[in-house]
């Protein structure tokens, strides 16, 4: 399924807001309330696709087996994931297209907390699987919170080909909590094979707009937009608020936290007066990206190939006042791997990867937190490393 054909596409708002209002106990995790009260869940999707809802989204974004430990359904993802798929495709009608929703990852956002990135990429993976034998269309990886998450999650469905769609929730000044921007993580899904990428949660619709204006310029993918409403905000008022946001380029639209259907019903009877903006597609330029910034360069001088010794933190540093604008890091095995990652966010430029065997490179690629160069002249055979490189959505040059 290509998610383009189904622009402009509408989204549900089911939320645990909406549960909780439903008498779901607050303190009370919603993907394990849900099995024990499966007639409210379909009750609340149904009345979303009434309201205009095209798709409607899975109860799973919590389901994964790292936010499932200490709970009864520990070492039962499989079987809670297939369980809500299910109450999910009871709610279904003709025409409306189930999401497999992914979300936080369980672990903290604490840099020095999280898990190896193959792990974190293994965890998503698992509960996408479980998705796709359930029968879901697309996935749905909503609120996430890092470029690292979303590099994750997006790897880990685009491997059971199903299209993947990835929002990252903002702060208040436009950045992940990370402090990675939304460019940053436009260029890098993109080019990873994401099949749209944008915003939800984010209550600062002006924000968002302003976001979306600078994004649809560069994007060659649909742009999603799904604000949370707060409850001072009327249906009227919310769908009002998305005008910008639809005149912005957004083609994927929605409420999140807040959202009932009356916001939907209101948002529907507006949205079908905007035709989505054609991204502007890839310009003259390569584009890069890492956790530190995104670079759109016409040209591309290589450094010098910089070794990965102990002092590489300061080589970063100290390098990024010389003429090349991009540097080049020589990689000679996965102990140089290991160091080129722990110290990677210290440069504040784009980075073009030598590796000395296909193994390096690919590791390298897997973690790298961004869109980085393969240097053509890497003593890899040509052929398996520019496989490799599309892989990971890497430029060869």
């Not at 996408?128 to 890092?146: H, P, T």
């Not at 360069?297 to 933190?313: K, M, N, T, V, W």
């Amino acid at each position: 399924m290509d998610i383009k054909d189904r622009l402009p596409l509408l989204l549900d708002g089911a939320t645990a807001t909406n549960l909780i209002k439903a008498g779901m106990p607050p303190d009370m995790c919603a993907e394990l309330w849900m099995p024990e009260h499966p007639e409210t869940f379909i009750a609340l999707q149904k009345e979303f696709i009434a309201a205009g809802s095209g798709a409607i989204l899975t109860p799973t974004g919590g389901a994964n087996a790292q936010r499932l430990r200490g709970t009864p359904y520990e070492g039962r993802v499989w079987e809670l994931n297939e369980l809500l798929c299910d109450i999910s495709k009871e709610a279904l009608s003709e025409g409306v297209l189930l999401g497999g929703s992914l979300s936080f990852s369980g672990f903290s956002n604490d840099p020095s907390e999280q898990p190896e990135f193959r792990h974190l990429a293994e965890l998503y993976r698992e509960q996408a699987v479980v998705l796709k034998a359930s029968g879901v269309d697309f996935l749905y990886a909503e609120s996430i919170m890092s470029l690292s998450q979303a590099r994750a999650v997006t790897l880990a469905g685009r491997s059971t080909g199903l299209p993947v769609l990835v929002a990252v929730w903002l702060d208040s000044d436009g950045y992940l909590p990370s402090g990675t921007s939304f460019l940053s993580c436009l260029v890098t899904l993109e080019a990873l094979g994401a099949a749209a990428v944008g915003i939800n949660c984010t209550e600062d619709t002006a924000m968002i707009a302003e976001i979306l204006r600078e994004a649809v310029a560069v994007s060659e993918i649909p742009l999603i937009a799904k604000p949370g409403v707060s409850e001072q905000t009327d249906a009227d008022s919310f769908a009002e608020s998305m005008r910008p946001l639809l005149k912005s380029g957004a083609g994927i639209v929605g409420g999140c936290c807040g959202a009932a259907p009356e916001h939907i019903a209101a948002l529907k009877k507006i949205l079908w007066e905007y035709t989505p903006t054609e991204p502007g597609g890839a310009g003259d330029y390569t584009a890069l990206a890492s956790e530190n910034g995104v670079w759109f360069l016409q040209d591309i001088l290589l450094s010098d190939p910089i070794e990965c010794g102990f002092s590489l933190a300061d080589i970063l540093i100290d390098r990024e006042d010389e003429e090349a604008n991009v540097l080049r890091i020589r990689l000679t095995g996965l102990e140089d791997v290991e160091r080129f990652i722990e110290n990677i966010h210290m440069s504040n430029m784009p980075i073009a990867l030598h590796a000395e065997d296909l193994e390096t490179l690919e590791m390298a690629l897997l973690c790298y937190p961004g869109r980085a160069i393969v240097d053509i002249s890497s003593p890899v055979d040509e052929t398996r490393l520019r496989i490799t490189a599309a892989k990971y959505g890497a430029v060869v040059y």
